[in-house]
């Protein structure tokens, strides 16, 4: 027998389908249609947040002031410490998504490292882990140590907001990311480097404002390819403190 409308639920978006949310369960939970609904609302809600860039992410903003904590930088209210901030933060993405506070508890006390990439049909393309280190703060490591730390949860927190996480990638160099295996650049980006630093103007920039575009390419103080670092990301640069 056919369902009636009121049984049919909503298909989810894609990245909503793409996200599993109990990794532990063998399939997903009946949910009925009003649910589905709700869901599919509150889908489309963060997409045009993330789309428009209106979107207040707690979990990413705590994550700012564990870095600003760690720098010296708070002052008034803002009193807590890098690892207070960087605990809060993850709480916020885990509450964002549902996850319990069992998981929570569990995960921040997480002390495994990034396992190292084996290729299973060509050796040649394996790779040592590079972003060593564990999600369990460590106060007592180095300011460079606790800042990968708290970056490398703040990329997380940043999905799907790929632009951002880019930059601060570039800002800090966290977290550590593998080298280009194949790089077709022709020498304008550094394999080294990981990946782009910028994108370079348009060609309609280049046709109908060449004067703006010669003006901007002597402020960035490089040529105009990828490869070149903006000032806020000096090529270089090994330490953030």
Request: glycine share 8%; net charge positive.
């Amino acid at each position: 027998m056919a369902k009636a409308d009121s049984d049919l639920t909503v298909t989810p978006s894609l990245i909503d389908r793409l996200i599993d949310r109990d990794p532990r369960a063998e399939s997903d939970a009946h949910i009925t249609r009003a649910q589905s609904i709700r869901q599919l609302k509150a889908s489309l809600r963060r997409d045009l947040e993330w789309l428009l860039n209106t979107r207040r992410n707690p979990d990413a903003a705590n994550e700012s002031l564990a870095e600003v904590s760690l720098r010296g930088w708070l002052a008034g209210s803002y009193n807590k410490t890098p690892q207070e901030y960087y605990e809060a933060g993850i709480k916020a993405h885990f509450d964002m998504y549902g996850i319990s506070s069992t998981d929570y508890n569990t995960y921040i006390a997480g002390t495994t490292l990034p396992v190292s990439y084996k290729d299973p049909k060509k050796s040649a393309h394996n790779i040592d882990s590079v972003n060593r280190v564990p999600v369990k703060y460590n106060a007592a490591g180095t300011n460079e140590y606790q800042l990968q730390q708290i970056m490398t949860q703040k990329w997380i927190a940043l999905f799907p907001n790929g632009k951002e996480a880019w930059s601060e990638w570039r800002r800090t160099g966290y977290p550590k990311v593998f080298p280009n295996y194949l790089n077709y650049s022709g020498g304008t980006i550094s394999t080294a480097d990981g990946a782009r630093r910028i994108f370079k103007f348009a060609l309609g920039e280049y046709q109908n404002n060449a004067n703006g575009v010669k003006t901007a390419i002597t402020a960035l103080g490089g040529a105009d390819v990828g490869g070149t670092h903006v000032w806020w990301d000096p090529a270089g640069n090994t330490s953030n403190f």
